[in-house]
């Protein structure tokens, strides 16, 4: 079993910053993928940035410059910077764990409840 703990949403003004974390509580499994995803009003969900184990990123196009991912293995932590926030940028952000249970090939995918971000104009 897998948990995900998610924090650091909230208001902000355009052009301000936020800082949300995501925390895997995990037994018997080793998490090799974290990311964030998020969905705005009306919109499908998409994909933010990701980061493996190995310290590999991905950035979706309209966020690059502006958000930067960051991990702690140890902990099985996922950050999120954002800078310069955008209205555009409003949306349910979820985070998002690739797991593999010890000794297995299994492989199950796990989210968050997710967290409101809101950019004021």
């Known amino acids: 079993q897998v948990q995900l703990v998610e924090s650091g949403g909230g208001l902000v003004q355009a052009g301000g910053s936020l800082r949300l974390s995501c925390t895997a509580s995990a037994s018997l499994f080793s998490i090799n993928l974290m990311g964030w995803y998020r969905q705005a009003p009306g919109k499908q969900r998409e994909l933010v940035a990701t980061m493996t184990s190995g310290g590999s990123t991905t950035y979706t196009d309209s966020v690059l410059g502006r958000f930067t991912i960051s991990r702690t293995n140890t902990k099985n932590t996922v950050f999120l910077e954002m800078k310069s926030l955008k209205p555009e940028d409003t949306a349910v952000y979820y985070c998002?764990?690739?797991?593999?249970?010890?000794?297995?090939?299994?492989?199950?995918?796990?989210w968050g409840q997710g967290v409101q971000v809101t950019v004021s104009s």
């Open positions: 998002n764990a690739d797991a593999i249970t010890v000794g297995t090939s299994r492989r199950t995918t796990y």
